[in-house]
């Protein structure tokens, strides 16, 4: 896991692509072999994306009013945001930062943890994956958005298998390149200028009239989703001393974050 960020000095993009494959991918793939996998086909791919473009704008709504309050009482920085301002091209974007990670950690927190803490409890299974899934990230501000996505994946992994849950990841990581891409200063100067944009207010009452507009209709589907589909509850998911590797990460998680 060292390699990563040494080789992220040189290239941040590559060294997401490094850290991706040494931390989560191997080991993924080694327990995959060793473990039964389930097939899931109750949901298609289709309603994967239809669920992922609905979260998608309540997912911004969410984790922007954690931020806007968390700002009050402390300055916050946002590496992800600058890897993506200034990370290169937009295929090398999508490559590292789409392609690459909805593939590794699909494979190892669905396919791998969600997966097999499901036969104990296919609700706390998606919950500890989605815990699991936000503290890989490393960036305690940050931390809302992947916790809420990871929730989603799993709903989705446990209906519509492996597949699905990629499709999904790339969908979501797809729509986040492409906003904060298109997004630009000079871009949002022209928008403004448009007449119907004026008699709104600004450009950033129509973003925040268009996210909770889309935010009231992705609740919506995901309700009606969820509500034909639930989740059982069932046992524990973790037993005995399977807490002690769950507490070693988030130490690490703690010590990463906080360097």
């Not at 994967?48 to 300055?75: R, S």
């Not at 890897?83 to 295929?91: A, C, D, E, P, Y």
């Not at 446990?158 to 997004?183: E, R």
Request: glycine share 8%.
């Amino acid at each position: 896991m060292a390699l990563g960020p040494l080789f992220s000095h040189f290239d941040p993009l590559w060294g997401v692509v490094l850290t991706e494959f040494v931390a989560i991918g191997l080991p993924a793939m080694y327990w995959r072999k060793r473990l039964p996998i389930r097939k899931r086909k109750a949901m298609n791919l289709k309603e994967a994306a239809i669920l992922t473009l609905a979260l998608f704008p309540v997912i911004l709504v969410i984790n922007g009013l954690f931020l806007q309050g968390l700002n009050h009482f402390l300055p916050l920085g946002n590496q992800n945001l600058d890897t993506l301002k200034n990370g290169g091209s937009l295929i090398k974007q999508l490559i590292t930062l789409a392609i690459v990670p909805a593939f590794f950690e699909e494979l190892f927190f669905r396919s791998v943890l969600c997966e097999q803490f499901s036969k104990r409890s296919p609700l706390g299974s998606v919950f500890f994956s989605a815990i699991l899934f936000a503290l890989f990230h490393f960036q305690w501000q940050n931390s809302v958005a992947p916790f809420l996505f990871g929730l989603a994946l799993g709903y989705i992994y446990l209906y519509g298998g492996l597949k699905a849950s990629i499709f999904s990841h790339f969908l979501y990581n797809l729509c986040s390149i492409l906003f904060v891409h298109f997004f630009s200063e000079s871009w949002m100067r022209t928008f403004g200028e448009l007449a119907l944009v004026r008699g709104v207010g600004g450009v950033k009452n129509v973003i925040t009239i268009a996210l909770l507009v889309g935010s009231v209709l992705g609740i919506f589907i995901i309700l009606r989703k969820s509500f034909k589909r639930p989740l059982a509850k069932g046992r524990a998911v973790i037993r005995g001393k399977e807490w002690i590797p769950v507490a070693a990460l988030v130490l690490v998680y703690v010590i990463k974050t906080f360097q």
